[in-house]
């Protein structure tokens, strides 16, 4: 199925270091979601966009909608070891309501 | 309050058996989605509810996987004849409206089919 291009695939930082990822697309996209995944769980919502050029904060965690609404970043400041996890960016199409999820950045801290 | 809720959180079927998976969304929501997610890989659209309206089944991999929502409110994936390559978690997701709307998921059901 179509997916995002979600990068970096996984990082290892030290514990303290900020973090980044992106995803982008060719498709234009009403809405960004941004997910954390422990192991054997359900995706937990971190930051929901909704209008382009939108920045927007939980805690650590930042998150901004592409101008061109065709991709979208997640930062999260000051690493700790409980933020190691999986995150998942996930687009709303234009004019659907399907998501289309991006394939996940793996996250290890080293404390 | 209560969020998503999946059973079985586990199964382990033999090839060939139907299986039943049953999802329950958060009380109110309207939109209902399933996923697929394979190990270590993202999440692949299988179907969406939205209230009364005819479900979108565009996502579904094969005629063998059929899904209904009774209702309006708990929904089950229904998976037959199993094959080794449907093995893999499958995640309900709700959300309270179509369009800019928050989708949040249950804990999944890990299916696997030897």
């Known amino acids: 199925g179509q997916q995002l291009n979600q990068s970096p695939q996984s990082m290892f930082i030290q514990e303290g270091e900020d973090v980044s990822m992106n995803c982008t697309s060719s498709s234009i996209f009403n809405t960004w979601l941004w997910y954390k995944q422990d192991p054997g769980e359900g995706p937990v919502l971190l930051i929901a966009l909704y209008k382009a050029g939108e920045l927007t904060s939980n805690g650590r965690l930042t998150a901004q909608f592409g101008i061109t609404r065709k991709d979208s970043f997640l930062n999260i400041s000051a690493s700790i070891p409980s933020d190691v996890g999986i995150y998942f960016c996930a687009g709303q199409l234009k004019g659907t309501y399907k998501y289309i999820f991006g394939t996940g950045t793996r996250l290890k801290v080293l404390a | 309050g209560a969020g998503v809720s999946q059973s079985p959180s586990n199964k382990v079927t033999e090839k060939g058996k139907d299986v039943e998976l049953r999802c329950d969304p958060i009380s109110g929501h309207t939109a209902l989605y399933w996923y697929r997610q394979s190990l270590g890989q993202g999440l692949e659209f299988l179907i969406y509810?939205?209230?009364?309206?005819?479900?979108?089944k565009s996502g579904l991999p094969s005629d063998r996987f059929s899904a209904e929502r009774t209702g309006g409110s708990v929904s089950t994936l229904t998976i037959q004849r199993t094959q080794q390559e449907d093995s893999a978690v499958y995640l309900c997701a709700s959300s309270s409206r179509t369009g800019e709307s928050e989708q949040y998921f249950g804990p999944g059901t890990r299916l696997t089919v030897t």
């Open positions: 509810f939205q209230g009364n309206s005819a479900p979108d």
